[in-house]
C-alpha cells in the first residue's frame, strides 16, 4: 500500500488532514472515501484496517479528520452533522479536481449515516456502505444523555466520550434533530450494503434493519457476527474491508484491458502513458514489472534484473527440492537469497554498446531439515546446475526482429 498525506480545505475554509491510499501494485480502479465514527479520526485502527482491505482490491481510499478532529482545523464545539457532510463534499472535490471522482463512499458508525446524505448530492456515487450506522443521526444523542439536559438551559456542556473531552453545543443537537434520514433513503437510488453486528451495544441491529427497510434495491446486509461497535479486532475490521470491495465490484465499473496474447512463450506490452509499467504474460501467468519512482517508474513491480535474480533463485529451490526428493532426504524447506550487484538503469546508460562488465549474483542458502554435512555439501553442489543456473553461465544468442504483421 503506498499513503500520501494530503490536505484539502472545506467549504468555511478550514484546512482538512487526510490521507489518501492507494494500491501496492497497480493504478486505482475506483476512488473512496471513509467517513470515521463520532469523535474519531482517520487514524483509528478499524479506519485503517478497512481501508487497507480496500486498497488490496484496487481501490484507492482518501480518509480524513472532520473539521476540529484529528490533525484538521476548526472548532469541533462549532461543528454539526450538516458540516460533516459538508465536509465530505468537500472531500469529493478534491478529488475530483486532483484523480477521479469517488465512485464509492463508507462510513462507519455516524459517518455511515454523514455518507448517506452526502451521497444524494454527489452524482458520482455508485456504492454506499454503512458500518455500525445509526438509522436516525439523532441517534447519537443517547451518548450525551447526562448532558443534555445542560446543553438545553446553558447552550453547551463539556462531556466525555471514549475519554476525551468535548463541547457540544445547542446547535449540535438541533442540527441531528433535523435530519430525516427515511426519507433521503428512500430517494437515494444507489446501492447499499450495509453491514451491523448483533452484538453492537452503542448502536443497536435494529438501526440496520430500518435502514434497510427504508433502501430501494440494490441493497445487502451482512451481519457482523461477534464484532463490537468500534471492530477494534482487526480480523473483523479486514473482513468489512474484503467484503466491500467483493460486493461494490458489482456497481463500480472496472476498467478492462485486452489480454495479452502471443505465439511465444511470454509476452510483454508497455504503454508509454504508464511510466516503466509493464505488463507480462508468461504462459497463463500475468506479471507485473517496474522501475523504481527515483528513475522515473511506479516501482508497482520488481525490475527486470529483480526478475532476472527471481528467476534463479525459483529455479534453485524447485531443483534442490526434485534432488532430495529423489534421495529421500529429509530437507523441509529451502530458501534462496540472491543480490545482483548492478541495477538495471545504469546498464542501459548506453544500450548501443556493448559492454564486458560482469554480473555478480550473490547466492545465499538456507537449509531447514535433518541433513548431515555431507548432504549439505552436495546440496550446495547441486544448486549450481539448476537450468537457470546453466543458462546465465552459457553462451545466450538473442536474435530481434519486427513481426511481420505490424
Known amino acids: 500500500m503506498r499513503s500520501k498525506k494530503i490536505t484539502f480545505q472545506n467549504a468555511t475554509g478550514y484546512t482538512l488532514a487526510a490521507r489518501l491510499e492507494l494500491p501496492a501494485n497497480?493504478?486505482?480502479?475506483?476512488?473512496?472515501i471513509f467517513a470515521h465514527v463520532f469523535t474519531g479520526s482517520k487514524n483509528l485502527s478499524a479506519s485503517r484496517h478497512i481501508s487497507?482491505?480496500?486498497?488490496?482490491?484496487?481501490?484507492?481510499?482518501?480518509?480524513?479528520?472532520?473539521?476540529?478532529?484529528?490533525?484538521?482545523?476548526?472548532n469541533f464545539a462549532d461543528t454539526n452533522f450538516t458540516s460533516n457532510v459538508e465536509d465530505l463534499l468537500a472531500a469529493a472535490r478534491y478529488l475530483e479536481e486532483h484523480y477521479l471522482a469517488p465512485s464509492i463512499l463508507v462510513g462507519h458508525s455516524l459517518g455511515?449515516?454523514?455518507?448517506?446524505?452526502?451521497?444524494?448530492q454527489l452524482f458520482s456515487v455508485r456504492a454506499v456502505a454503512t458500518i455500525?450506522?445509526?438509522?436516525e443521526p439523532e441517534h447519537v444523542s443517547h451518548l450525551l444523555q447526562d448532558s443534555i439536559t445542560t446543553i438545553e438551559q446553558r447552550g453547551k456542556a463539556t462531556v466525555n466520550i471514549g475519554g476525551r473531552v468535548f463541547t457540544i453545543k445547542k446547535q449540535f443537537l438541533d442540527d441531528l434533530k433535523s435530519k430525516n434520514m427515511f426519507d433521503l433513503l428512500r430517494g437515494l437510488r444507489k446501492a447499499i450494503l450495509v453491514m451491523h453486528s448483533p452484538q453492537d451495544r452503542v448502536v443497536e441491529i435494529e438501526n440496520a434493519a430500518q435502514i434497510y427497510q427504508a433502501a430501494y434495491h440494490p441493497k445487502s446486509f451482512v451481519s457482523l457476527d461477534g464484532a463490537d461497535h468500534m471492530l477494534t479486532n482487526k480480523q473483523d475490521a479486514m473482513y468489512v474491508g474484503k467484503t466491500v470491495s467483493s460486493w461494490v465490484?458489482?456497481?463500480v465499473e472496472w476498467p478492462e484491458r485486452e489480454r495479452l496474447k502471443s505465439d511465444k512463450q511470454v509476452v510483454a506490452r508497455l504503454d508509454t502513458s504508464a511510466g516503466f509499467t509493464t505488463e507480462i504474460m508468461a504462459d497463463r501467468h500475468s506479471l507485473i514489472a517496474d522501475e523504481p519512482e527515483?528513475?522515473?517508474?511506479?516501482?508497482?513491480?520488481?525490475?527486470?534484473?529483480?526478475?532476472l535474480a527471481s528467476a534463479l533463485a525459483a529455479c534453485t529451490v524447485m531443483t534442490l527440492k526434485m534432488y532430495a526428493r529423489r534421495k529421500k532426504w529429509a530437507l523441509k524447506e529451502v530458501k534462496v537469497h540472491i543480490n545482483h550487484m548492478k541495477t538495471y538503469i545504469q546498464d542501459c546508460v548506453d544500450c548501443e554498446k556493448s559492454s564486458s562488465k560482469i554480473d555478480y549474483f550473490d547466492n545465499?542458502?538456507?537449509?531447514?531439515?535433518?541433513?548431515d554435512d555431507t548432504q549439505i555439501a552436495r546440496l550446495l553442489e547441486i544448486?549450481?546446475?539448476?537450468?537457470?543456473?546453466?543458462?546465465l553461465h552459457s553462451e545466450v544468442r538473442i536474435e530481434t526482429q519486427l513481426l511481420e504483421n505490424h
Open 364 to 371: 545465499c542458502l538456507e537449509f531447514e531439515g535433518d541433513l
Open 383 to 391: 544448486a549450481k546446475r539448476c537450468p537457470v543456473h546453466r543458462t
Open 26 to 32: 497497480s493504478h486505482p480502479h475506483a476512488y473512496a
Open 132 to 135: 455500525g450506522a445509526p438509522s
Open 52 to 74: 487497507r482491505s480496500l486498497t488490496l482490491s484496487g481501490i484507492a481510499v482518501l480518509r480524513f479528520d472532520f473539521t476540529g478532529l484529528g490533525d484538521s482545523e476548526g
Open 112 to 120: 455511515g449515516a454523514a455518507v448517506i446524505f452526502a451521497a444524494s
Open 294 to 307: 527515483s528513475v522515473g517508474g511506479n516501482d508497482f513491480g520488481p525490475d527486470p534484473y529483480e526478475l
Open 249 to 251: 465490484s458489482r456497481y
